[in-house]
């Protein structure tokens, strides 16, 4: 890609321990930016704005801090998984409980951060878009915490496979709008969000569910979520007198792994591996693993690593996992691939069925359909590395959403 | 100069105001196009955006996304989108062309293919929805020396001090997108438009386009007298998608031929 503009994939020229990205462009690398029409620039120019005054003021970190303490539940427990750990005879697990947040996940600290600058930006309605629902049930249940008017676009498709979430969402007070265009999934309900948004943006602010889209937002989400990374870092200092050696979440767009990750990019030592859906498998081309077999190329608002076709056009993915069906994935992935900070690999549907299983019966714990493709990844390498190596996992979400699908792909009807 | 702009020139001299129509490349199939570029000129159209099809047309309104979708599940491409100018610019040196769509379809083709290949169909200029000012040097480097024009927007929402930044890099018209949504919203508002061209009026000698939301004879009419022409899109696609083959053709001039009565009427 010589067109594009930015550095190559390096993180400058100190090195990973002044990692300092995105430039005031938005840009990781080649990476990010803002693609977006033109309505919008001066609400994402606002945005940035009111985002960057209020990292910097106290009593709004006060605030945005006490409602994840009180709220939200925060910190979550860094688990250690004795029983998995010595069954493995490998490397020691440790689960970092993004599953103990109020609604179940990891999304409510970005969907919370950012309803609390819509507050302060005096937008009284919020939209988002959902795929699984998580964070569609995150940003209504902030709407409601908060007394904001709440909407959400969520493919027809998934509207159909996620039903509880739906009823959640309406029950939240929210309104949940089936999205018929396009493949009737994720990335449609995102494209769908950002007509409404460019319509209605002088009183809504878009509350976009990962680290993508154009900049601000992946900077925002991953900063909200970097709360995450944050207390693991403590908690491993604190509990084991050292950092982690490895880091491994999954990847859709990416902001549980990003939340984990971010805090521990300038650490060299620390190994970041991102599991992405590998769907029926990457030699099949039905799965949702772009960092793993996709191209450079711009949607949603920002350039990164897309499945698309020879012509450009974006192409339908498959997963189990709702949650990471999507063509795309935040910048801060693509440039931290290319400069081989992190480590990208799929992982199949079988295999993350097998791993929810596999865990659930050893822990008793639930982990959703997408933290099970991080947990297949840690099945098969933790045996072979040695007694002392630390793992943490994000264990970024809990899966009774996801027992409906699971029961189905069983043939058991509940 | 330039295609573009001895077509906005000319009807300026005229004390008229130019007509620009959209249309999505292969909607409803491959075939409909050229029959319907050729009626679109005969009904008076100075410039025609030929639309890109792509899969994820994010600032389009229902009708333009629909027409997307007739025309991919024809797997239409860019390369059959620039064949199909090329045969329409073969028999007509007068009508502008202007390819429409996103970022994504040239960035896959590679921008110095596109150019290449855009100016060897006698493409006169390029807007790409998604690719703003600041992100443009790259393309219109190689845009630049073919003569092939890049045309921003600006939007309601655009600040002064930005419209300034955009109107230094512009060239052919500038596209100004007349309210808050996507295209073929139905909430123009002439007043709150004219509020907002006046300043812009001194900050730029390009000819000024006027789209999103123009469907008829009647907002055309309204709208004209503000800038130096209007875009219709949406109406036409929706004709596209009802009409038989055969009957596209007349019908498109027809209506062309109605919103060209009615920007004459306006002056």
Known sequence: ?414 | MSRLETRFAARKAAGQKALVTYLVAGDPEPQATLPALRALAAGGADVIELGVPFSDPEAEGPDIQAGCERALRHAVTLRDVLAMAKAFRQENSETALVLMGYLNSVERMGYETFAKAAAEAGIDGLILVNLPPEEADALQTCLAPRDIDLIFLLAPTTTEARARAILERASGFVYYVSLKGTTGAGHIDPEDVAARLAPLRSMTDLPIAIGFGIRDGETAQRMAPLGDGVVVGSAIVRRMGALALEEQPAELESFARSLREALDASC
């Open chain 1, 1 to 414: 890609m010589t067109q594009a503009k930015g550095s190559p994939a390096s993180p400058g020229p100190a090195g990973w321990s002044e990692y300092n990205l995105p430039d005031a462009q938005g840009h990781f690398g080649q990476f990010g930016g803002r693609f977006v029409a033109e309505t919008l620039m001066h609400a994402l120019d606002e945005l940035e704005a009111v985002y960057r005054e209020r990292m910097g003021d106290a009593a709004f970190q006060a605030q945005f801090k006490e409602e994840l303490r009180s709220y939200v539940g925060r910190p979550t427990p860094l688990y250690h998984a004795e029983r998995l750990s010595a069954e493995l005879g490998g490397a020691q697990v440790y689960m970092k409980r993004e599953d103990l947040n109020h609604t179940g996940a990891h999304k409510v600290n970005s969907a919370l951060g950012q309803a609390l600058l819509a507050k302060h930006m005096g937008k009284r309605r919020i939209i988002a878009e959902t795929g699984a629902g998580q964070h569609g049930v995150a940003s209504a249940t902030v709407a409601a915490r908060l007394g904001l008017e709440c909407v959400v676009y969520m493919g027809e498709e998934d509207v159909r496979r996620q039903s509880p979430n739906v009823y959640r969402m309406k029950l939240l007070g929210a309104t949940v709008v089936p999205v018929t265009s396009g493949s009737k999934t994720l990335k449609d309900a995102m494209n769908e969000a950002m007509r409404d948004w460019v319509t209605n943006v002088d009183h809504t602010h878009y509350i976009i569910g990962t680290v993508a889209g154009p900049h601000p937002y992946p900077m925002i989400v991953r900063d909200f979520q970097s709360v995450i990374g944050e207390e693991t870092r403590a908690q491993c200092l604190e509990t084991l007198g050292r950092l982690p050696d490895t880091l491994v979440a999954c990847v859709g767009g990416g902001s549980n792994a990003l939340g984990l990750f971010y805090p521990f990019i300038r650490d060299e030592s620390v190994r970041l591996v991102g599991v992405e859906a590998g769907g029926y498998g990457i030699a099949s081309g039905q799965h949702a693993a772009p960092l793993s077999a996709g191209v450079p190329g711009v949607l949603h608002g920002n350039r990164t690593y897309l499945m698309e076709d020879e012509d450009g056009q974006i192409i339908a993915t498959h997963s189990v996992s709702a949650g990471l069906d999507y063509p795309g994935v935040g910048p801060e992935h693509a440039f931290l691939k290319d400069a081989q900070r992190a480590e990208y690999v799929a992982v199949t549907d079988d295999d993350a069925l097998a791993a929810f299983h596999h865990v659930t019966r050893k822990e008793g714990i639930i982990p959703a359909l997408e933290t099970s493709h991080a947990l297949a990844w840690i099945l098969e390498h933790a045996p072979k590395l040695p007694k002392d190596h630390v793992i943490v996992v994000n264990l970024s979400g809990r899966g009774d959403k996801d027992i409906f699908t699971i029961a189905e792909r069983e043939g058991i009807s509940l």
